[in-house]
């Protein structure tokens, strides 16, 4: 008998391909759709679950002679997803959503999901790849298409969780996989790839957090590195590390975020050479393997999705912390990103830069 898999399908290239990669596999292949929450009168425009999505993947999963199913995750997802990405603002840090999305919404509510119907596993459209290592422990790998490679925001994935999954995509690149989405012959080879995140529906976060949280929104002072006022800020939420366009200051040189100090609700500048850091330390960390390192190592780090990989030595502070020292400055370490760590294509774990 045939393994069942559930596709989380998307309406887009990539997970209508890994359906189609798994039916021709072999595998009795089922579709399910997300459907999560909207700001209410903008459920056309969320990048997840739009009607023209879910038309996309009704069409795709008709066209394959699948089953396909909806499944509401609207309210879990409100309160794990998006009250992550408030929260997280309001603590003065720039957080990432995909993170907590992964961990406990695909990963966990859908794959409980996926199972409570027989499914053996849960396949997704991410650019990831996994293998079995030498002690059977399961290992999250980079995608074949570096470009593309999605394991960064998948590093939070436990044993029991990689055991059940599939990424049928991680193994092509993105090219390759457009051209079998236009083998399914049903509209899907050319749409863009979404690059926001999906509650937004397009907008930029700060008009979001105008309307769902405005009483963390208050102005403030900026100052520069010698602790001078320079100007005025409208919300610290507003603004990132790194952040040079929109500050509003008058300097003979450009300026970028250097620090957001939340105790006195104040925006410290300076310029590009004050940027980057050759430390930072990570909380929460979660290793792939469920087993923490025996001793002090060296990776590479990845401190957002979009980053470049560095070298640094890993330093194991106690179960929940590690410190990581750089071998060169590193702009841009911003508190809510993860610190993803590398062995080769071998992703190892990581942790929520504080």
Known sequence: ???????????????????????????????????????????????CCTPESMAAARRVAARLGIPFYAVDAQNEFKDIVVDYFINGYAKGITPNPCLECNRQIRFSYLLDRAMNIGADYLATGHYARKAIADDGKYKLMRAVDPHKDQSYVLHVLNQGQL?????????????????????????????????????????????????????????????????????????????????????????????????????????????SESLGRDTLVATDVHWVSGIRPSCDFRAQVKTRYSASMSWASVILLDDKHVQVDFDEHIRDITPGQAAVFYDSDDCIGGGIIT
């Open 1 to 47: 008998m045939p393994r069942r898999v559930v596709v989380a399908m998307s309406g887009g290239v990539d997970s209508s391909v890994a359906a189609a990669l798994l039916q021709e596999q072999g595998y009795d292949v089922i579709g399910m759709m997300l459907r999560v929450w909207s700001e209410p009168g903008k459920e056309a425009t969320n990048h």
């Open 163 to 271: 055991a059940r999954s599939l990424f049928p995509v991680g193994e092509y690149t993105k090219t390759e996989i457009r051209d079998l989405a236009k083998k399914l012959d049903v509209q899907i080879a050319e749409r863009p790839d979404s690059q926001d995140l999906c509650f937004l529906a397009g907008e930029d976060y700060r008009t979001f957090l105008d309307r769902n949280a405005p009483e963390m929104i208050a102005a403030g002072p900026i100052i520069n590195q010698q602790g001078e006022e320079i100007g005025a800020h409208r919300g610290l939420a507003y603004y990132t590390i790194g952040q040079r366009k929109g500050l509003g200051v008058i300097s003979t040189q450009p300026q970028y975020v250097i620090d957001k100090e939340l105790s006195n609700n104040t925006l410290v500048v300076g310029p």
